[in-house]
């Protein structure tokens, strides 16, 4: 099953080969091995390509449950001698800030050295759903007061207010704050258009009844940043996030909004029967406690109710 599920994500005997540690001659007499015992053919071949029949996608995806299920297995015996092994799959925005996430990932490292960590990084929308399909065992997630991740267990890390960013020489630059209306007519650059991270602005624009122009939109923020200096439009960012990149660039001001977009950062993970290597980054970062949670950046007290959603 393993051998499958490296040609299907893969796309070629030779690297699936490399990927499991065997010689690729042997991983293609067990692939046709099993295919005979089927009786079905599990990927269609060619000289130059190589991909899953439709019998084939049906193997990989009860083939990764199975595989997941052994892990799983090999990792709870593991834990009941306790030590921790297996793998963890986190997920990050680029903009957390509430968390030094590779400082977290060396202390965890250094406590459960046996577990094999990956991350990954996304939209908050797609990373909570990753986590609630069991895809990801955890994840970093920044989104709009209105918008509380659903269907996992969370914890509030953190809550932040927006800052404008403009360029230095900007007529804005300097002036002790400013408000929406006061910003409305500028060009901005955002993200992309339907994100969780463009929201929190487009919601704090439309509850003050103003509509705006966003002539850019782009997906990572050292391009907005980038654009931004260049003076092509202006920006609204997280304060917690851009306040240490900002204090180091000449070419960006920072300017406090009076009434602007919010974000809540949450730490989120599946409800369904966390795994132990879960379970030992919860306690790395000391969730678990009713009414407060340690983060990398010390203690961040939680309002009732928020404790875990």
């Not at 306790?82 to 400082?103: C, F, H, K, S």
Request: charged fraction near 20%.
């Amino acid at each position: 099953m393993r051998y499958v599920v490296a040609v299907a994500e893969t796309r070629n005997f030779t690297r699936a080969a490399e990927r499991c540690f065997v010689v690729q001659s042997s991983l293609s007499h067990r692939i046709a091995g099993l295919e005979r015992e089927l009786g079905v053919k599990l990927f269609a071949r060619s000289s130059r390509r190589v991909e899953p029949t439709p019998a084939g996608v049906a193997f990989v995806a009860a083939a990764r449950e199975c595989l997941a299920a052994a892990d799983r297995a090999a990792a709870d015996a593991a834990a009941a001698t306790g030590v921790v092994r297996g793998r963890l799959a986190v997920g990050v925005i680029v903009t957390t800030a509430a968390v030094d996430v590779p400082e977290l990932l060396q202390r965890y490292r250094a406590r459960h050295p046996a577990v094999r960590v990956a991350l990954r990084s996304g939209r908050s929308d797609e990373l909570a759903a990753a986590v609630g399909s069991g895809e990801l065992d955890i994840a970093f997630l920044g989104v709009p007061e209105s918008e509380p991740p659903s269907g996992v267990e969370s914890v509030v890390l953190a809550r932040d207010e927006h800052v404008l960013v403009v360029p230095a020489g900007h007529r804005l630059a300097g002036v002790a704050r400013v408000t929406l209306p006061e910003i409305a007519e500028e060009t901005f650059v955002d993200f992309v258009s339907g994100t969780p991270a463009r929201a929190q602005s487009d919601q704090a624009f439309a509850a003050a009844g103003l509509v705006r122009d966003v002539a850019y939109e782009a997906g990572v923020v050292e391009l907005i940043t980038r654009l931004v200096a260049r003076g092509l439009g202006i920006a609204l960012l997280p304060s917690a996030f851009i306040r240490p990149r900002a204090a180091d660039d000449p070419e960006l001001a920072l300017v406090p909004v009076v009434g602007g977009p919010r974000r809540i950062e949450y730490l989120v993970w599946s409800r369904f029967n966390p795994s132990p290597a879960t379970r030992a980054m919860l306690g790395v970062l000391g969730v678990g406690a009713p009414s407060t949670v340690r983060s990398p950046i010390g203690r961040v007290n939680l309002p009732k109710g928020d404790e875990i959603a």
